[in-house]
């Protein structure tokens, strides 16, 4: 940041200049403001509305009719489960992609191509994204209104994110440490994987999480495929996942299903007060647990920089 | 031998080693890691080709022309019509208020995180900011029904709908501020600090030099944001379901409800249509039109932010 210009003024067309600049000054950081006033009225308007229906029962019981008594179970586990396998499809999937880019992929058309393609498929629409898990997963390969159908849509949703994070965290590991491990005789896996993997993975592994994060809230692609419906029950546990071997009924993956954001709007979009203050109870689990997933994100992200320095 | 290969001078340093199962194990890798990078090229083909699919079909029963200047859209209830102006008018409108909202704020925000705060400053509003970008687009809707509205209510009176556009468009515009601002601000920090110190050298005030040199100088990332934010306004859809509702309208009163695009797709998909019936092809002829608009946004943006890249760095 440069010193602030010494304005010597005499003259009126100076003292005017002088009073744009500084009106300009408070006008842009009013802009700035604006958006920490619309957090913050959001916000309370939230907790106003929710607080007072947030309770253990609303955590451990499930949806109803009746407002009063509805609860949020089905959709915290149907979450866990989407996110959870969703998680398990893309980290390896994303960081193989962003390996190959940063590390293999020689500079020509096709990588110039994936490269493109890959910045385009983050700005394509959610939306879009549900519409092809419709077609492709629910009606195509059969796969009905699952959690499996679910998860395979979200990660194709947030992939190109996790691409592009962790390409990020790829390119910050300095040359030199690859320079080094071939100059010794190590192949280009052995380089990657006992020097570069180790250095990036924390940057990777925040970048996963954000992206993540943004996949806990997406409403609009599950409501395609379906989520959008009454599920009085939560997917089952890690217990019946032996099931899914022969594909039975016991198979959480197989499970009908909802998750936290499509319960909410299931509550927002009716006329009745008391849903709406039920919907900003569930907002705010929702948001505790985006903003609990976001701290650990930034703790790994300030470890990560403080621990390597070259 | 393979050491002496090694020390020729410009040598391939990932060329095989010659030992053949290391050597098979390293394309097997390269070979597994391409594929998940390829992924990403078969997910668009696997886009256009379900939306083509059914769009195919669509047009068989639809002529393309009723379907891009018809002026009336009734895809669910008799007798159906199938003009996309009215969701292509909803959208707009809501985009439209969203750019209102988002550009001048986003950019004055990004001009003040850029030239004027302080680091200490900088380090609470940037990641207040992203924040912002992080709330779910469902809380956004939920906030735009139960506090947006009833003021707006307060304010104009009895003309504002409980469902209306101008709800779902300040809405969608808090939502994009932060990628407004984020942009520009990056667009703006690659400006070289050369150029505000001869403007200031100049005898130019801080106003000056950021409306006259810093801002045309990083013109072109600054409108990619512009660009980048309408075109995640276009596509946003849980929001501007909750606050806009359902009615296709061609109205210019911001007042009425709308339906755009993106809220007829969630409007089908929440009822149960067949698959081959008109609806459920109608829904991925809407799809197509959104994906084909936002997508030449998205490329239009990332051709000009090349350029600035070019350009400063």
């Known amino acids: 940041m440069s010193a602030q210009p010494v304005i010597l003024t005499s003259s009126n067309r100076q003292q005017t200049r002088a009073w744009i600049s500084r009106s300009f000054t408070g006008g842009t950081f009013l802009c700035t403001l604006a958006g920490v006033v619309a957090l913050s009225v959001l916000l309370y308007q939230v907790l106003d509305e929710g607080l007072a229906r947030l309770s253990k029962d609303f955590l451990t ?34 960081m193989g992609a962003a390996i190959y880019l ?29 519409i092809l898990g419709l077609a492709l997963f629910v009606r195509a390969m059969e796969l009905q209104r699952s959690v499996l159908a679910g998860a395979l849509t979200m990660a194709l949703l947030v992939l190109p994110i996790v691409i592009i994070a962790s390409q990020e965290a790829l390119r910050a590991v300095p040359s030199s440490l690859r320079d080094g491990a071939l100059a010794l005789g190590a192949t280009r896996w052995q380089t990657i994987r006992g020097q570069i993997l ?14 993540l994060s943004r996949a806990i809230g997406e409403t609009a692609p599950l409501i395609m495929i379906g989520a959008f419906q009454y599920v009085p029950f939560s ?10 071997a022969s594909w039975s009924d016991g198979c959480p993956l197989k499970s009908r299903f909802t998750v936290m954001p499509v319960q909410i709007y299931s ?37 990560y920089q403080r621990k390597v320095k070259w | 031998m393979a050491i002496a290969a090694r020390n020729r001078p410009g040598h391939d340093p990932y060329a095989l080693t010659g030992n053949r199962t290391r050597d098979l194990g390293e394309r097997v890798i390269h ?35 009723e379907y891009v200047t018809g002026t009336k859209w009734s895809a669910l209830i008799e007798p159906r019509s199938f003009g ?30 850029s030239e004027y705060a302080d680091q200490r400053v900088r380090s609470i509003l940037k990641p207040t900011l992203e924040i912002l970008a992080g709330v779910p687009t469902i809380v956004y809707g939920f906030f735009a029904v139960n506090w947006i509205t009833p003021h707006l209510q307060d304010v104009f009176g009895d003309r504002v709908g409980f469902f209306n556009g101008l709800s779902a468009g300040i809405v969608v515009g808090v939502m994009v501020i932060p990628m407004v601002s984020s942009l520009s601000e990056d667009a703006m920090h690659a400006v070289p600090q050369s150029l505000r110190e001869g403007a200031y050298g100049l005898g130019g005030t801080k106003f000056d030099v950021s409306t006259r040199v810093v801002i045309p100088a990083a013109l072109s990332g600054i409108v990619a944001s512009f660009i980048l934010a309408l075109s995640r306004a276009v596509g946003e859809t849980m929001a501007v379901v909750l606050a806009a509702g359902s009615t296709p309208n061609l109205s210019l009163d911001p007042f009425q409800s709308f339906q755009t695009m993106t809220a007829f797709i969630v409007q089908v998909a929440l009822g149960d249509a067949p698959t081959g019936s008109i609806e459920y092809q109608a829904l991925f002829a809407v799809g197509m039109t959104l ?23």
């Not at chain 1, 009063?68 to 499809?89: C, K, N, Q, Y």
């Not at chain 1, 180790?198 to 992206?211: D, E, F, S």
């Open chain 1, 198 to 211: 180790p250095v990036a993975m924390p940057g990777m592994l925040t970048g996963v999480i954000l992206a």
């Open chain 1, 267 to 303: 509550w927002a979009a009716r006329p009745q007060e008391a849903f709406q203050q039920t919907a900003a109870a569930g907002i705010i689990v929702l948001l505790a647990v985006l903003l609990s997933l976001n701290s650990v994100a930034i703790v790994l992200r300030n470890r």
């Open chain 2, 31 to 65: 070979g597994l890691l391409l594929a998940c990078a390829l992924l990403s090229v078969i997910t668009t083909l696997a886009i256009i080709y379900v939306l083509l699919e059914e769009t195919v079909g669509f047009f068989q029963k639809v002529s393309f022309f």
């Open chain 2, 291 to 313: 994906f084909v608009m936002t997508l030449a946004m998205n490329v239009v943006s990332q051709l000009l932010l090349a350029r600035y890249r070019d350009v400063y760095q």
């Open chain 1, 102 to 130: 940063e590390l293999y992929a020689a500079k020509n058309w096709l990588t110039r191509f994936i490269q493109i393609n890959i910045a385009n498929l983050a700005g394509v629409p959610s939306i879009i994204y549900g």
């Open chain 1, 235 to 244: 997917p089952g546990g890690v217990a019946d996942l032996p099931d899914c």
């Open chain 2, 84 to 113: 996309i102006l009215p969701l292509v008018w909803g959208t707009i409108m809501v985009a439209g208020i969203a750019g209102v909202i988002a550009i001048p704020i986003g950019l004055g925000a990004a001009v003040y995180l």
């Open chain 1, 61 to 94: 019981t499930l949806p109803s009719r009746f407002a009063d008594r509805a609860g949020f179970e089905p959709a915290i586990w149907g979450s866990v489960w989407v996110m959870g396998i969703t998680a398990l499809l893309t980290i390896p999937i994303g």
